[in-house]
Every structure is written in structure tokens, then in C-alpha cells.
């Protein structure tokens, strides 16, 4: 059973930075994919970005240029490096794993295909 802990949410004014973090524990050397997604009361999941067991990554039309996905296989890691920090950006941001296949007709899959689920980590982003 995989468990996904995210961190290092918070509140920053627009223009800054932020780094989340999810830690990855309860699984072997089996390959998963992951994936940032964010949601705001009254709206759907929106997938940010993601990211295969060889690093290939995709990141949403909203964030490009702004956010990136990066993992430490070392660490169990993944990380969502988040800059340029927009108030449109505020919402609870979940990590999410899947195992492979990664991408579906060359697209991250949809939220209700990921099998596991951090708690969330709230990021607020003043004006």
C-alpha cells in the first residue's frame, strides 16, 4: 500500500516561490507515476503537472513556465517547484500515484485513475 505525505504548503504573496514536497513510502521497486493536482471549494481536481519512472514530464497549459515536477528516487520524493506564484494559483494541492502506464494517448490520466492519494497540502497566494 502506497502512502503519500505531502509538505511545504503555505501562504506567499504573488511573485513568490514555494517548493511541495511528497515523500513516498510503502512500496518496492515496482516503477509508479505521479502526478500534482490542485483543487479549489466548488471546483473540480485539475491536474498540474506529472511525471513517468523515466522523468518525462507534463505540466498543464496554466502553469507552464511556472511550475515544475521533479522526483529523487534516492529520497523517495516527487517535488512541485512552484514560481511566479499567481492568487489563482491558491487551492489544496494533492499528490497522486498511479503505476504505468503513465500517459494515455500522451496525457497525463485523468484524477480518477490515480490509486493513491496524499491528504493535501494548502497553498495561498496573496495579492
Known amino acids: 500500500q502506497v502512502q503519500l505525505v505531502e509538505s511545504g504548503g503555505g501562504s506567499v504573496q504573488a511573485g513568490g516561490s514555494l517548493r511541495l514536497s511528497c515523500a513516498a513510502s510503502?512500496?518496492?521497486?515496482?516503477?509508479?507515476?505521479f502526478g500534482w493536482f490542485r483543487q479549489t471549494p466548488g471546483k473540480e481536481r485539475e491536474g498540474v503537472v506529472a511525471i513517468d519512472e523515466y522523468g518525462s514530464t507534463s505540466v498543464a497549459d496554466s502553469v507552464k513556465g511556472r511550475f515544475t515536477i521533479s522526483q529523487d528516487n534516492t529520497k523517495n520524493k516527487v517535488y512541485l517547484q512552484m514560481n511566479n506564484l499567481k492568487p489563482e494559483d491558491t487551492a489544496m494541492y494533492y499528490c497522486?500515484?498511479?503505476?504505468?502506464?503513465?500517459?494515455?494517448?500522451?496525457?497525463?490520466?485523468?484524477?480518477?485513475?490515480?490509486?493513491?492519494w496524499g491528504r493535501g497540502t494548502q497553498v495561498t497566494v496573496s495579492s
Open positions: 497522486a500515484a498511479i503505476q504505468p502506464p503513465c500517459w494515455w494517448h500522451n496525457t497525463p490520466p485523468p484524477p480518477s485513475a490515480y490509486n493513491y
Open positions: 510503502g512500496y518496492t521497486d515496482s516503477p509508479y507515476c
